[in-house]
């Protein structure tokens, strides 16, 4: 199977795209530093990229170059910057192979998931594509005489950008894209663990669609090495940093504290909630909830961590949940009907492997489980769990799922706030009017009434409340994130 895949590899990749570690000023160069870094196939252990990382002068060189190209862009018409950014999408569109089995291989995406961030990355590329006419000042009403009172709207300059390994292609394009079309240059630092589909593939995109030298440039590099200058360069005007809540802190802090104070996005971590009332309807509960769990093994922001069932239909949503989880194929990723593949590596294995330990050990009903084999651990049920259980208080980012059983809406809806997290959750009920009150009371930025936690579109506010982060992305919203407003008034 091994041999099988490397020929699949072959061929989808020589291609005229291999890597550098660094996309400078439209030159694609070596790191200073001349320290090893690899990006690896979760499933078979391939090395799939070898590169030289980026230090810290070679951070500052990526924005000066990211200023130094900005004010031209900015200049430029917004037919000018539509029509790259539309390059930009055709060119997705004729690459989508070789990006699917590049988001396949990197991170061990099973191929369901591979093509769902494809057309996420197409369809977040196009909706940037009208944001250059989008960018809208005001004329204020002004109680002095003779003077008119304006507000413009400018771009902020350059902006810096941190993604993850889970969803890398789509978490930097929800920036990069619209950061550019709104008329600011780009420093993106990707996981090194996702170097390829996280910032070197997406910058073959660009300098393939005719963006021009120093708007968008990609550094990969150790974080402890380059980390720091990234968040704190005086360059730097904004920082949109998206992963988990810990660092998410630390670098919020860091733009408050550091030698130029500068705004910050932070798209956190998460543990949503889906509920299901006692009017649900199961078998769509249950179904929901295997792809909002397992989808991408559940290492997304959004998963469905916490499943909260009313007692009344408790029994007969789990013996349907249950039935469908056995169900599941895990194992090899490029297949098309595997659901749970590979988890990132062997550290992600392991912290997987403690909180399954400690919700034993803390009383929770194992109703699934089973030995990992390489890095596919297959789907682990525990229900009863209740909220004094440490497992009920953190992130699972795996396929590892929590059962509560609540007495009622109210008892439910408490179980669904007590969490230091507020992304996405879920309702489920035949009552619209109920699922409504209920989503209202959720503490959370997103809730899907009748629907899987996981759920972004290119048109709609996506973003976190408590820990899980500041600020939201796409459309109108992620077009204020990324420009400032400028009071002038004339006399
Ligand atoms: P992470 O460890 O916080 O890393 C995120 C990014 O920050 C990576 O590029 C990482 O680089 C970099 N980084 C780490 N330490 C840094 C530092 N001191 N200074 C500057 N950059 C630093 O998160 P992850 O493990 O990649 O991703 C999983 C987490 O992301 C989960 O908690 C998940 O819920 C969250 N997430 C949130 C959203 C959302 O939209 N809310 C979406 C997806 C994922 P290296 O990896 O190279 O160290
Ligand atoms: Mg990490």
Redesign the pocket.
């Known amino acids: 199977m091994k041999a099988e895949m490397r020929r699949e590899v072959t061929s989808t990749r020589p291609h005229p795209y291999s890597f550098d570690s660094l996309f400078i000023d439209g030159i694609w160069r070596r790191g200073r530093r001349g320290l090893a870094m690899k990006s690896k196939d979760p499933y078979t252990g391939e090395v799939l990229c070898e590169i030289v990382g980026g230090d810290r002068t070679d951070v500052d060189d990526a924005y000066e170059a990211a200023a130094k190209a900005q004010a031209k862009w900015a200049s430029m018409l917004p037919a000018q910057k539509a029509a790259i950014l539309q390059r930009v999408v055709t060119v997705i569109e004729a690459r989508k192979d070789e990006i699917v089995n590049w988001i396949i291989r990197e991170s061990g995406s099973t191929r369901i998931k591979a093509e769902a961030e494809w057309d996420a990355v197409r369809q977040h590329s196009l909706a940037a594509v009208s944001f250059p006419y989008r960018i809208e000042g005001k004329i204020l009403p002004c109680d002095v005489e003779g003077m008119e009172s304006r507000v413009y709207r400018q771009p902020i300059g350059v902006i810096g950008v941190?993604?993850?390994?889970?969803?890398p292609m789509i978490?930097s394009t929800r920036s990069v894209g619209p950061a550019l079309a709104v008329g600011n240059a780009v420093v993106l630092?990707?996981?090194?663990?996702t170097m390829v589909t996280g910032g070197l593939l997406l910058a073959k995109i660009y300098e393939e669609a005719g963006l021009p030298s120093g708007l968008l440039n990609v550094v990969v590099g150790?974080?402890s090495e380059i980390?720091?200058a990234?968040?704190t360069h005086p360059i730097a005007g904004f920082i949109s940093?998206?992963?988990?809540?810990s660092?998410?802190k630390?670098?919020g802090g860091r733009c408050a504290t550091g030698p130029n104070i500068k705004p910050v996005a932070l798209?956190?971590?998460?543990s949503s909630p889906m509920v299901v009332l006692d009017d649900a309807d199961l078998d769509e509960a249950a179904g929901a909830a295997v792809i909002g769990r397992f989808l991408h093994q559940g290492q997304i922001?959004m998963s469905t961590n916490r499943i909260i069932v009313d007692a009344k239909v408790y029994d007969a949503f789990l013996e349907r949940f249950v039935a469908g989880v056995k169900a599941i194929k895990c194992g090899d990723p490029s297949e098309p009907d595997t659901l749970i593949g590979p988890v990132l590596n062997r550290k992600q294995l392991d912290e997987l492997l403690s909180q399954i330990k400690a919700a034993r050990s803390e009383g929770a009903r194992e109703l699934l489980g089973g030995e990992p084999k390489g890095l596919v651990l297959p789907p682990h049920i525990f229900a009863n769990v209740t909220t004094d259980m440490s497992i009920a208080h953190q992130?699972v980012?795996g396929p590892v799922v929590t059962v509560f059983k609540a007495q009622g809406d109210e008892d439910a809806l408490r179980i669904a706030n007590d969490t230091e997290y507020g992304?996405s959750s879920s309702v489920f009920t035949r009552d619209e009017r109920r699922g409504v009150r209920f989503a209202l009371g959720v503490h959370a930025g997103m809730t899907h009434i009748n629907n899987i936690t996981v759920m972004d579109f290119a048109n709609c506010p996506f973003g976190?409340e408590k820990n899980?982060?500041l600020g939201r992305f796409n459309s109108d919203w992620v077009i204020e994130e990324f420009t400032r407003d400028h009071w002038i008034t004339v006399q």
Request: proline fraction near 5%; hydrophobic fraction near 35%.
């Open positions: 941190i993604s993850p390994w889970n969803f978490l630092k990707p996981s090194a663990e150790s974080s980390g720091e990234f968040v940093f998206t992963g988990s809540t660092v998410g630390h670098i798209e956190l971590g998460g922001c992130e980012f992304l976190g899980s982060g």
